[in-house]
C-alpha cells in the first residue's frame, strides 16, 4: 500500500502558474510509473501527465508545452508544473502511482487537489 496527499492547487489568474505536489507513503523508485489525473465536473476523470520509472514522460494534448512532470525520489515526491492555466484546466487534480501487478496494473490514488482558473 502507499498513500498519497496532494498539496499545492488553489485559486490562478488565466496565464498564471501553480505547482502541485504529490507526497507518497512509501518510496516511488519502484513504482512504474507516477502520474497527475484531473477530472473536471460533469466530466471524466483524465490523464495530464506520466512519468514513468524509465523517466519517459506522457502528456495530454491539451497541457503540452505548459505543464511538466517531474519527480524526486529522494524525497518522494511529484510535481507537476502547471504554466500559462487556461480557464479549461479548472478541475480536481489527483495524483497517481502506478504499480506492476498479475495480472494488471494496480493503482494508487490521492485524494485531490482543486484547481481553479479564472479571472
Same mark, same amino acid.
Not at 75 to 96: F, G, H, I, R
Given at each position: 500500500?502507499?498513500?498519497?496527499? +496532494? *498539496?499545492?492547487?488553489?485559486?490562478?489568474?488565466?496565464?498564471? *502558474?501553480? /505547482?502541485? *505536489?504529490?507526497?507518497?507513503? /512509501?518510496?516511488?523508485?519502484?513504482?512504474?510509473?507516477?502520474?497527475?489525473? /484531473?477530472?473536471?465536473?460533469?466530466?471524466?476523470? +483524465?490523464?495530464? $501527465? +506520466?512519468?514513468?520509472?524509465?523517466s519517459?514522460?506522457? @502528456?495530454?494534448? *491539451?497541457?503540452?508545452? /505548459?505543464?511538466?512532470?517531474?519527480?524526486?525520489?529522494a524525497?518522494?515526491?511529484? @510535481?507537476?508544473?502547471?504554466?500559462?492555466?487556461?480557464? +479549461?484546466?479548472?478541475?480536481?487534480y489527483?495524483?497517481? $502511482?502506478?504499480?506492476?501487478?498479475?495480472?494488471?496494473f494496480? @493503482? @494508487?490514488?490521492?485524494?485531490?487537489t482543486?484547481?481553479?482558473?479564472?479571472?
Amino acid at each position: 500500500q502507499v498513500q498519497l496527499v +496532494e *498539496s499545492g492547487g488553489g485559486l490562478v489568474q488565466p496565464g498564471g *502558474s501553480l /505547482r502541485l *505536489s504529490c507526497a507518497a507513503s /512509501r518510496s516511488i523508485f519502484s513504482m512504474y510509473a507516477m502520474g497527475w489525473y /484531473r477530472q473536471a465536473p460533469e466530466k471524466q476523470r +483524465e490523464l495530464v $501527465a +506520466e512519468l514513468s520509472s524509465g523517466s519517459i514522460t506522457n @502528456y495530454a494534448d *491539451s497541457v503540452k508545452g /505548459r505543464f511538466t512532470i517531474s519527480r524526486d525520489n529522494a524525497k518522494n515526491t511529484v @510535481y507537476l508544473q502547471m504554466n500559462s492555466l487556461k480557464p +479549461e484546466d479548472t478541475a480536481v487534480y489527483y495524483c497517481n $502511482a502506478k504499480r506492476v501487478g498479475v495480472p494488471d496494473f494496480i @493503482y @494508487y490514488w490521492g485524494q485531490g487537489t482543486q484547481v481553479t482558473v479564472s479571472s
